[in-house]
């Protein structure tokens, strides 16, 4: 059962993380500082705010928020301005999002994120909307990671070996598929991950690329601060969006051989170039089987 709180911790998390909360999430959390919401599409345990009151609390509090948050943007696609409120168990989480007006004030507004896909979803206008359920107990979900130095899918992409200072990750979330990342060094600036399907209708559709780059950053920008780039290399086509304003930047890498797969690396404005050659070796080591 979760404990009330008080209202100078919330002030304090605020505090750190530079944003304020919505009054109907704290409204709540005063009341309950955790506890677990049932949604149409799971059930998830919300983190608390970290209450130091005394030593019981801060234990039981020890999964706070902004800890949950700094551990969920190690995922590449995770909105640079979400903040965690809650997790499934296997990786994904109910987020909080800026508003519009105020990049410093969350909106009332729940979404949920997919690690896989790095999809965001409104699922209820404000945490109200959500009802609070006695989750039972029931075996530990669990995501399984190994890091690999080869890899062949059934989709025809292959690598024989991993380019240093390349790292290859096989994450399998509980009950789902396997999917792969690729990170240069233990750093996460820089993330490229292996996709389905390229949608080559829109190869040349500037609009659904730079919705694209929205959807993954969970930002919104003006419309004159994004602009796209496209790269023709010697195999491959490349899609290249900034933000003049954002730190993100977004490549999508399609084979000229293969519609099967395509790769989605995660960088920023400041390292883009330099990651970009490092990741020129990465497509020299690629093997397509058609």
């Known amino acids: 059962m979760p404990f009330?709180?008080?209202?100078?911790?919330?002030?304090?998390?605020?505090?750190?993380?530079g944003l304020t909360f919505p009054d109907s999430f704290k409204n709540k959390m005063r009341k309950e500082n955790g506890g677990a919401l049932s949604t149409k599409?799971?059930?998830?345990?919300?983190?608390?705010?970290?209450d130091q009151a005394d030593q019981k609390r801060i234990s039981r509090t020890s999964n706070h928020i902004v800890l949950e948050t700094k551990l969920a943007r190690n995922w590449g696609n995770f909105p640079v301005d979400g903040i965690a409120i809650a997790s499934n168990g296997s990786a994904d989480y109910l987020i909080l999002l800026?508003?519009?007006?105020?990049?410093?004030?969350l909106d009332d507004k729940i979404f949920s994120w997919l690690h896989e896909t790095g999809e965001v979803?409104?699922?209820?206008?404000s945490i109200d909307e959500i009802t609070?359920?006695?989750?039972?107990?029931?075996?530990?979900?669990?995501?399984?990671?190994?890091?690999?130095?080869?890899?062949?899918?059934?989709?025809?992409?292959?690598?024989?070996?991993?380019?240093?200072?390349?790292?290859l990750t096989e994450t399998t979330p509980h009950n789902k598929p396997p999917f792969y990342t690729f990170q240069i060094g233990k750093g996460t600036d820089c993330l490229v991950s292996?996709?389905?399907?390229?949608?080559?209708?829109?190869?040349?559709?500037?609009?659904?690329?730079?919705?694209?780059?929205?959807?993954?950053?969970?930002?919104?920008?003006?419309?004159?601060?994004?602009?796209?780039?496209?790269?023709?290399?010697?195999?491959?086509?490349?899609?290249?969006?900034?933000?003049k304003n954002s730190t993100p930047v977004?490549?999508?890498?399609?084979?000229?051989?293969?519609?099967?797969?395509?790769?989605?690396?995660?960088?920023?404005?400041?390292?883009?170039?330099?990651?970009?050659?490092?990741?020129?070796?990465?497509?020299?080591s690629i093997l397509v089987d058609k």
């Open 4 to 17: 009330p709180i008080d209202l100078k911790y919330i002030e304090e998390t605020e505090k750190e993380l």
């Open 41 to 50: 599409e799971d059930d998830w345990q919300l983190f608390p705010f970290f």
């Open 98 to 105: 800026t508003t519009k007006e105020n990049d410093k004030l």
């Open 121 to 125: 979803k409104e699922i209820a206008k």
């Open 132 to 167: 609070s359920i006695t989750l039972k107990a029931k075996s530990k979900k669990q995501v399984q990671k190994q890091k690999l130095n080869t890899l062949k899918t059934d989709d025809g992409f292959s690598i024989d070996s991993i380019p240093s200072p390349w790292i």
């Open 194 to 243: 292996l996709e389905t399907a390229f949608p080559t209708d829109k190869l040349n559709a500037d609009k659904y690329w730079l919705d694209q780059w929205k959807k993954e950053t969970g930002l919104k920008p003006n419309k004159n601060d994004l602009f796209i780039q496209r790269n023709d290399l010697e195999d491959y086509s490349c899609i290249i969006v900034r933000c």
């Open 250 to 284: 977004y490549y999508w890498i399609k084979s000229k051989q293969t519609e099967k797969w395509h790769l989605k690396m995660k960088t920023t404005a400041s390292r883009h170039n330099g990651d970009f050659k490092e990741f020129t070796k990465l497509l020299n």
